[in-house]
């Protein structure tokens, strides 16, 4: 079984703020995990994933991640945060074996202070 | 990256009518496409995962009678909510993807369904 946990479900930073969300994973097997951002009313858009290549992973718009297999971490950050990144975030799991059945965390709602 | 396009993205019906959403791979074959739930303020739960050509395999506590999956071509399957009832209003999203290990999914824009 797979399963994804995120610290924190609000999570507010200032414009021009490091922003770090936080994800822990849980997984039998080598796991993919992945970074996707919901804005409202629309569907998921991939920032990133880690599929065991290289640990630190980076992705659109300015974001990456690092998989930490000690840790059982994929935590993502953004050094500098605009105000077009204020969306819900969420960690994902899938079997490395194959089959994109994407386990969900429950998302961070990324809120950004001019 | 592969489009997944969903439709429609808003749909208001009466209670106990039933809605079809659709759910199409355009660029590429999806061997296997996946149905999920939001609920408010919640995360997205898997409902079923649909494979071309066979019954789609749903997680526990869905009701496969109420909410009837079909893929029938490897770009298309689509999710119908039978019988609809208010409890039933969600944001329903789709995915799909090739089946390739270490290959992506992609997901469609999602369907605002609002039962009245």
């Known amino acids: 079984a797979q399963s994804v946990t995120q610290l924190g479900s609000h999570v507010s930073v200032s414009e021009g703020a490091l922003v770090l969300l936080r994800c822990n994973y849980s997984?039998?097997?080598?796991?993919?995990l992945f970074w996707y951002v919901q804005y409202p009313n629309q569907g998921l858009q991939l920032l990133l994933k880690?599929?065991?290549?290289?640990?630190l992973v980076k992705g659109i718009n300015g974001f990456e991640a690092e998989f930490k297999k000690s840790e059982t971490s994929f935590h993502l950050t953004k050094p500098s945060a605009h105000m077009s990144d204020a969306a819900e975030y969420f960690c994902?799991?899938?079997?490395?074996?194959?089959?994109?059945?994407?386990?969900f965390g429950t998302g961070t709602k990324l809120q950004v202070i001019p | 990256g592969a489009v997944v396009s969903q439709h429609p993205s808003r749909v208001i019906c009466k209670s106990g009518t039933s809605v079809k959403i659709e759910c199409r791979s355009l660029?590429?074959?999806?061997?296997?496409m996946f149905w999920y739930r939001q609920f408010p303020k919640k995360s997205l739960m898997l409902m079923a995962t649909?494979?071309?050509?066979?019954?789609?395999?749903?997680e526990q506590g869905v009701e496969k009678d109420k909410f009837l999956i079909n893929h029938a071509s490897l770009t298309l399957s689509t999710l119908t909510v039978t019988s609809a009832h208010p409890e039933d209003s969600s944001f329903y999203i789709c995915?799909?993807?090739?089946?390739?290990?270490?290959?992506?999914?992609?997901f469609g824009q999602g369907t605002r369904l609002t039962v009245v």
């Open positions: 997984s039998s097997v080598p796991p993919y």
């Open positions: 880690y599929t065991s290549a290289a640990t």
């Open positions: 660029d590429f074959q999806a061997t296997t």
């Open positions: 649909s494979n071309e050509g066979s019954k789609a395999t749903y």
């Open positions: 994902a799991v899938s079997d490395s074996g194959g089959y994109q059945k994407v386990t």
């Open positions: 995915s799909a993807s090739s089946g390739q290990p270490g290959g992506e999914a992609f």
